[in-house]
């Protein structure tokens, strides 16, 4: 695959922080729903299985009624949003390129699949079982993608795990695409910890939690004056 106004431009349902940066400006994009940190659930979740590993099917996200292959799967969120996991053996990682045009598809299927794809920073890893992180903008003259994905290796297993979030359109996403203008989802974190950190045994450290924002919107309260 080779002003900001965030009140035109974000997707249904986010909310949006702008944070100072010296090169660029950060828009942190929350689902409105809460759905945020790895907040415990009282029902029971699906597990699902892909390439002989067994995950748990991630809070807030369904799986597509048809999927590519055995060793990989597509899941949809609320928020015109898609996680994919592949499993690979060997030293070699599963190539997404596939695995991210069928989510693009199945998503956007109103948009054209003529996206030019920008290398972003590489977002940090979260876990210690990370080989490579990647982040990439994907822009089709109107509507702007963000592609990120991490390749993890567990029981001489390689899985990648990643997100396509939709990030803007029209005037707004040429602008966060020429200017490099990031944007910064949750979701995949939060899915990473609930499907991969049972495969590695890793813990969730309160006092360096994984992912960049962990809050209960709906139970935390401003200070009091």
Known sequence: MKGLNCQECQPRRWLSLVAPAALAAVVLLIPSDGAIAQRRSRTARANLTVGGITFKLPRG???YPGQPTTDSVLMY??????????????????????????????????????????????????????????????????????????NVTVSEKNIVIGEIIEVSQGEEARRMFDESLEAISLGLCNAFVQMIFPLTKEKIDPQNPPCELIADLETSSPPKP
């Open 77 to 150: 969120g609320r928020d015109k949003d898609g996680i994919f996991v592949a499993v690979s053996f060997g030293d070699a990682s599963h190539d997404p390129s596939d695995l991210v045009k069928a989510g693009l598809r199945q998503l956007y299927p109103k948009e054209s699949e003529s996206y030019s794809w920008k290398e972003l920073p590489a977002p940090k890893k979260i876990s210690k079982f990370e080989s490579s992180a990647t982040a990439k903008y994907g822009y089709n003259q109107n509507h702007l993608v963000k592609l990120v994905f991490h």
């Open 61 to 63: 996200y369904r799986l």
